[in-house]
Nanobody, 122 residues
Framework: QVHLVESGGDSVQAGGSLRLSCVTS??????MGWFRQAPGKEREGVAA???????YYVDSVVGRFTISQDSENDTIYLLMNNLKPEDTGMYYC??????????????????WGQGTRVTVSA
């Protein structure tokens, strides 16, 4: 069983930055991703990282968010800069058993953390 634990969520003002962390219990260089869900909306993919370290991003965060991995510590990160109110939501870390297609679709991921809340005020 894979366990994912997110941290780093907080309340910030627009323009601020946060770094989310996700520790996985079984890091075997899988595809991993960050997803978010705003109240009343469906969960959407924000960023994903391949075993080789390649990043994939939803258009709305390109140039602002960066996903990275630390294999030694079984951790992935999401650095979020220039945050906007529309970035508000619960952020979830997810891990795939295989190769998710498309990379940012929730259905491609098999294990999920409990989430960490991000609130961005105008």
């Amino acid at each position: 069983q894979v366990h994912l634990v997110e941290s780093g969520g907080d309340s910030v003002q627009a323009g601020g930055s946060l770094r989310l962390s996700c520790v996985t219990s079984t890091y075997s260089r899988p595809y991993m991703g960050w997803f978010r869900q705003a109240p009343g909306k469906e969960r959407e993919g924000v960023a994903a990282i391949s075993p080789a370290g390649g990043g994939y991003y939803v258009d709305s965060v390109v140039g602002r968010f960066t996903i990275s991995q630390d294999s030694e510590n079984d951790t992935i990160y999401l650095l979020m800069n220039n945050l906007k109110p529309e970035d508000t939501g619960m952020y979830y870390c997810a891990q795939a058993r295989g190769r998710p297609v498309p990379r940012l679709h929730p259905a491609g991921y098999d294990y999920w953390g409990q989430g960490t809340r991000v609130t961005v005020s105008a």
